[in-house]
């Protein structure tokens, strides 16, 4: 009988003919691991194996594929009764990767899969979104959002993260204001945004450090919202670079709400949500995770 922990690997349908993977995994079964390999196909499919994965009683699910398959991952785990709740271990496999590399999780696949399944279980927070939805790296809403949601496919795999920037440039006519009201404790704000950044996690957009201050384990969020009263250069380079600007409201805080009177679409990790009136409570240490001990977005 193996002596080592239970694991269940959830690889994105897109990676099937990583080699290197399956190679990784070949060899850790043949050194007396139990790591059982489900592959996704559609929405849906990484919340039933999570399930499958608490009655096969695994001590660890593995997200192998980018930011979308990690939040699913996370969101069916964080549903999961707490004395039953598998640690989440994560292979970066997507295009940008934002999650994964702000924790410098490695992007080396045989490393990475050594992390998941020998790394030190950390405790972590997660943010829960009108009680039904989840995200563990960011939410972002405005032009951002319409940015991430409509870059072409092809232009990621072929351009990585930077496909984000150079679809902003080509698509500055989308470009336009959205008027809303964010309250937190101690908080208002209202007016017309750009963009809006919540981070759990500090970056998006394939590297875009939106959040730069934000901490996965201590129990906030921290709120960036760009508002419409600036040139947009100097607006983008405060936003992106962390910089000082006064149009840039900061906030760091253990909830929110956010009302509009029009929809307005948050991107949770890479998963549209649409409404005019969004409660983002902050999850503290919902899971647990294999991170590196340097991990900078650690308390």
């Known amino acids: 009988m193996s ?28 050194a007396g691991f139990t790591l059982h390999v489900r592959v996704t196909w559609e929405h849906g499919d990484a919340k039933r194996y999570v399930e499958e994965a608490v009655q096969l009683n695994v001590d660890t699910v593995i997200a192998a ?30 295009t940008a990767n934002d999650f994964a590399t702000s924790c410098q999780i490695p992007l ?32 972002t809403g405005g032009f951002a959002t319409r940015i991430t949601t409509e870059t072409p496919s092809k232009m990621k795999s072929a351009l990585g993260g930077a496909s984000y920037v150079l679809h902003a440039l080509l698509r500055m006519d989308m470009l336009s204001a959205e008027r809303c009201e964010i309250r937190g404790p101690d908080f208002q704000w209202s007016g017309d945004t750009l963009v809006i950044a919540i981070g759990n996690g500090r970056q998006a957009g394939g590297g875009q450090p939106l959040c730069p201050e934000a901490l996965i384990n201590d129990g906030r969020l921290q709120l960036r919202v760009l508002s419409a009263q600036e040139l947009l250069p100097n607006m983008l380079q405060a936003l992106f670079t962390g910089s000082e600007n006064p149009n840039v409201i900061a906030a760091t805080l253990p909830w929110l709400e956010i009302v509009a009177p029009d929809d307005i679409t948050f991107n949770l ?7 005019n009136r969004f409660r983002i409570d902050i999850v503290p240490e919902a ?7 340097q991990c900078p977005l650690l308390a």
């Open 287 to 293: 899971l647990t995770c294999r991170l590196p001990p």
């Open 269 to 275: 990790d890479g998963e549209p949500l649409n409404a």
């Open 65 to 94: 594929g980018g930011d979308g398959t990690i939040n699913e991952v996370a969101s069916a785990l964080v549903q999961c009764a707490s004395a039953q709740r598998p640690t989440l271990g994560i292979i970066p496999l997507g």
């Open 3 to 30: 002596q080592h922990p239970v694991s269940l690997l959830i690889l994105n349908g897109k990676n099937t003919d990583n080699d290197v993977l399956r190679s990784a995994v070949q060899q850790y079964r043949e």
């Open 108 to 139: 080396d696949v045989e490393h990475a899969l050594a992390l998941a399944l020998k790394g030190h279980a950390t405790p972590i927070d997660i943010a829960c979104v009108n009680d039904s939805h989840y995200f563990i790296n960011m939410a």
